[in-house]
């Protein structure tokens, strides 16, 4: 059975401009860099990823990835975007990253070629930028196994939102290349913890994350209102 590329060519293309920056420490994913060691940890405090089987959906050039990698999981990060993955794959080489490999194959088609297969799936930064963020909930959900989590992170959609992650993040701050995010796209918790519960995720945990623009600080809390991260548990008696 094949199914409709759930992906927007502009976005892929928009990501895969920028992929010679992915790992430049003070360029346009500065922000990733500087929240990843937050995410991780919060990660790790939820699911040891010691030896586990993990799948980072929407891998980009492969920060979270090759983090998870580093601390001791047997990482696959996937993407659509060509350009992303073969920096991905560089760096990896270059870093001597072990246990982590990169494929082009969208969440879906993996997830009926490889059902039930990993330990612990993450979607992060991701949902905001497909077009049916349903059906990548759907298809990690199905590439867990049951007892296994699955996290998510990504943008709220409300009034806040607009004006810190777009036109504080993006047009005075210049945090992140102007046009990163479009509103509409943007996902209410409601909406993403809908979502998880119609593809039989169990909601766990969620926080946000703030950022203060003088300190160039960010910090996790209890305040979801812009970015947020949500932690869900497939039951053990999940079907695939």
């Known amino acids: 059975m094949t199914t409709k ?6 976005e892929l293309a928009k990501f895969s401009d920028l992929a010679h920056r992915w790992w430049d420490m003070e360029g346009e994913f500065r922000p990733l860099h500087q929240i990843n060691p937050l995410r991780l940890a919060w990660i790790k405090s939820l699911c040891p990823l010691d030896n586990l089987k993990v799948l980072d959906v929407g891998c980009g050039g492969g920060v979270l ?3 998870m990698a580093r601390a001791g999981a047997q990482v696959t990060g996937i993407d659509l975007a060509t350009k992303a993955l073969r920096v991905a794959q560089l760096h990896a080489l270059e870093a001597q990253t ?8 969208s969440a879906e088609a993996l997830a009926q070629e490889q059902p039930g297969t990993f330990d612990m799936v993450t979607c992060m930064e991701m949902l905001e930028h497909v077009p049916d963020p349903a059906s990548v909930v759907r298809a990690c959900a199905a590439l867990v196994k049951p007892g296994g989590w699955v996290f998510f992170s990504t943008l709220n959609r409300n009034p806040k ?35 998880c519960r119609a593809a039989e995720l169990d909601l766990r945990h969620t926080r946000g994350m703030e950022y203060n623009p003088i300190t160039k600080r960010y910090w996790m809390s209890d305040d979801t209102s812009v970015n947020y991260l949500i932690a869900t548990q497939k039951p053990m008696g999940g079907s695939l």
Do not use: Q
């Not at 072990?98 to 194959?105: A, D, F, M, S, T």
């Open 5 to 10: 590329l759930n992906a927007d060519p502009a």
């Open 65 to 67: 990835s090759d983090a």
């Open 98 to 105: 072990p246990n982590v490999n990169y494929r082009e194959v």
């Open 161 to 195: 939102s607009f004006l810190f992650a777009i036109v504080g993040a993006e047009y005075v701050l210049n945090l992140l290349p102007k046009g990163t995010h479009e509103y509409a796209k943007m996902i209410r918790p409601s909406e993403l913890a809908s979502y």
